[in-house]
């Protein structure tokens, strides 16, 4: 039986300390808090690698974790294995003696089949199995209710975080020889006026729903290109950010890079090359990450990172304008390493994608251009960050050169409807790529299926 960490539950009785502790001290990123009704529980997840820590926190004086923190105070609550068939390792098990809470495996949260095992056969610990049963790579994870578990000891059923967005799915596309593959980082949440600028909100909430705070979710979609070379193009938020920073912006990287990059088929030793569009952290987050010893490193061990010159020394010299946007961890340990190659001008950087600096939204912002046998896709980035911002005066209000983003969308836009150029809109929530359309004037973007 192969059987794979999924995490690990801990009862607490004081969140507040708990987190002081786990978020606060620890540095580890918590997710949104999921409520289980049916156990009177509220569970908080904090990733840590390919597992996670599963803080119990009881929400009623009746609530199983309550009671058990009652009897035996805060601590370690259960284990959870994941096994590709839990039916099979319910036979083993039980062929073996051991003394099972569940005979039959039961429904469990995201279409998970889950079954205990008593502590007295496991040496004092619950051990929990699960078999995931979601298909990878193919639908978009649904958020689906959760599963109606009975009560079940002490054990409280919960899963793990769903997708929150209406569609980051890894979706793949071929465009003549290549492949072209749209993955996800999670989502990031800004606010609607700055992502509209001149745009009266009365317009742009049609487009986009804005949350209490005004924010409108985004989603950030780094592509893996793979012909001669592998290259991904922009890496998302990555691991690194505190809390905090993930409630200002509302980030939620339940579908991460490493979630969607597996779901692919692939590792990050498989890429090759890492293409910045610019260096903003929604987009060059993920270029590195924080190792156990504190130490930031690339994220993408083999891989060369190609950035445009302008843009690396525009990110060494911010100013109060474009200050916030520019994390030096996410790209200075790139030069360290000795990973960093800069590009001067608009250039191949493997067969078939070349980049060309559109300016506007920075001054070295640039895009992908791929082509393979006389078929052709973009990489847009943030000159077209969503289908909504295809019409040219929807411009967001970031951009630094309005004007020359207006100039350079205008120039794109005609020459993707004349190539049918598939377009892929890197922070849509909805709509990975698709084909721009202009009938008497009026833009519109049909979804690529
Ligand atoms: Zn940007
Ligand atoms: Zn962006």
């Not at 990123?29 to 569970?43: G, L, N």
């Not at 009560?151 to 059923?157: H, N």
Request: proline share 6%; with cysteine.
């Amino acid at each position: 039986m192969k059987a794979v960490l999924d995490h690990v539950g801990i009862a607490v009785k004081d969140l507040a300390e708990a987190l002081a502790f786990y978020r606060d001290a620890l540095g580890l990123e918590i997710e949104a808090p999921e409520d289980v009704a049916s156990q009177r529980v509220r569970a908080h997840f904090l990733p840590v690698g390919e597992a996670k820590l599963e803080l119990l926190e009881a929400t009623a004086p009746d609530s199983p974790i309550a009671r058990y923190t009652d009897k035996r105070g805060p601590g370690l609550h259960h284990i959870t294995l994941r096994v590709d068939d839990i039916g099979a390792a319910l036979a083993q098990l039980k062929a073996r003696g051991a003394r099972l809470i569940d005979e039959q495996p039961r429904p469990g949260a995201e279409h998970s089949l889950v079954a205990f095992v008593h502590p007295s056969s496991a040496h004092g610990v619950l051990v929990e199995l699960k078999e995931d049963r979601r298909t990878h790579g193919s639908a978009p994870t649904q958020h689906v209710a959760l599963g109606s578990a009975e009560s079940v000891g002490a054990d409280p059923r919960v899963g793990p975080q769903p997708a929150p967005s209406p569609n980051l799915a890894v979706r793949r596309f071929t465009i003549g020889d290549l492949e072209l593959i749209s993955l996800s980082d999670g989502v990031i949440r800004l606010d609607g006026g700055a992502m509209f600028g001149t745009v009266p909100k009365v317009f742009w909430e049609k487009a986009m729903k804005a949350d209490a705070r005004n924010r409108v979710t985004l989603a950030m979609r780094p592509l893996i290109v793979r012909g001669a070379r592998t290259m991904i193009i922009d890496a998302g938020l990555g691991g690194k950010e505190s809390a905090k920073f993930h409630d200002i912006y509302g980030v939620d990287r339940a579908r991460s890079l490493d979630v969607t990059i597996a779901e692919a088929g692939l590792t990050r030793e498989d890429i090759d090359i890492v293409l910045a569009s610019h260096l903003h952290f929604d987009h060059a987050g993920g270029f590195t990450y924080r190792d156990a010893g504190g130490r930031v490193r690339p994220a993408f061990p083999r891989a060369q990172y190609i950035i445009r010159r302008g843009e690396w020394e525009d990110a060494q010299h911010t100013h109060e304008r474009n200050r916030a946007s520019y994390l030096a961890d996410n790209y200075l340990p790139l030069a360290e390493a000795g990973v960093l190659q800069l590009v001067d001008d608009d250039a191949t950087i493997m067969p078939g994608v070349k980049v060309r600096r559109t300016g506007g939204h920075c001054q070295h912002h640039q895009i992908a251009l791929i082509e393979s046998k006389g078929k052709t896709a973009a990489f847009v980035a943030d000159l077209i960050p969503t289908t909504a911002h295809v019409p040219n005066a929807w411009i967001m209000g970031f951009d630094l050169y309005p004007m020359d983003t207006l100039a350079a969308k205008k120039q794109f836009v005609k020459e993707a409807i004349e190539k049918e150029t598939l377009v892929f809109f890197e922070h849509d929530p909805a709509v990975a790529a698709g084909y721009i359309r202009e009938e008497n004037g009026k833009r519109s973007v049909q979804p690529a299926s």
